[in-house]
């Protein structure tokens, strides 16, 4: 298996929730389909109004973790390219560390998740979603990816 890639099989949703949340951006370095991203654009590039609002304004790169991401990449796309990126569904995803069906989880870094520590949310983690099915390090889980299910925001 190839370390930091994410999901050797890329993109893999079980259901889309009737709705898939996709976003539509460009990579800003070489991004695999099924690697955690989060944005990443310079300053400034929106005004107020949607007339000038273009899928260039948004920026997107992996090894996300902590507190940033904003999903996973649904293609595999070279720095410059078009991506799409899901920020809800349910997806296979590597482990990091243990993970526990019910549970928040947490992007670890390297691509894959983990338990959120207990009492660490506030300072570095914050919670994509939760476990579906219980597993280890360098095995795969289902996760209901949802940001605002598991904080309430």
Same mark, same amino acid.
């Given at each position: 298996?190839?370390?930091?890639?994410?999901?050797?099989?890329?993109?893999?949703?079980?259901?889309?929730?009737?709705?898939? $949340?996709?976003?539509?951006?460009?990579? $800003?370095?070489?991004?695999?389909?099924?690697?955690?991203?989060?944005?990443?654009?310079?300053?400034?590039?929106?005004?107020?109004?949607?007339?000038?609002?273009?899928?260039?304004?948004?920026?997107?790169?992996?090894?996300?973790?902590?507190?940033?991401?904003?999903?996973?990449?649904?293609?595999?796309?070279?720095?410059?390219?078009?991506?799409?990126?899901?920020? $809800?569904?349910?997806?296979?995803?590597?482990?990091?560390?243990?993970?526990?069906?019910?549970?928040?989880?947490?992007?670890?870094?390297?691509?894959?998740?983990?338990?959120?520590?207990?009492?660490?949310?506030?300072?570095?983690?914050?919670?994509?979603? $939760?476990?579906?099915?219980?597993?280890?390090?360098?095995?795969?889980?289902?996760?209901?990816?949802?940001?605002?299910?598991?904080?309430?925001?």
């Amino acid at each position: 298996m190839a370390a930091g890639i994410g999901n050797s099989a890329g993109y893999v949703s079980i259901y889309d929730g009737g709705v898939p $949340r996709i976003i539509t951006g460009y990579a $800003r370095t070489n991004i695999s389909g099924g690697a955690w991203v989060f944005g990443s654009t310079a300053a400034d590039v929106v005004s107020s109004g949607l007339n000038s609002f273009t899928a260039s304004d948004l920026k997107f790169q992996t090894d996300a973790n902590g507190l940033a991401c904003n999903g996973i990449a649904l293609n595999s796309a070279a720095s410059g390219a078009l991506v799409s990126v899901a920020s $809800r569904g349910v997806f296979i995803v590597l482990a990091d560390g243990t993970v526990t069906a019910g549970y928040p989880v947490i992007v670890a870094g390297a691509n894959a998740v983990r338990n959120v520590t207990t009492g660490s949310v506030a300072n570095t983690e914050y919670p994509v979603g $939760r476990a579906l099915t219980t597993g280890g390090s360098e095995g795969y889980v289902v996760i209901d990816l949802n940001f605002y299910i598991v904080t309430g925001k």
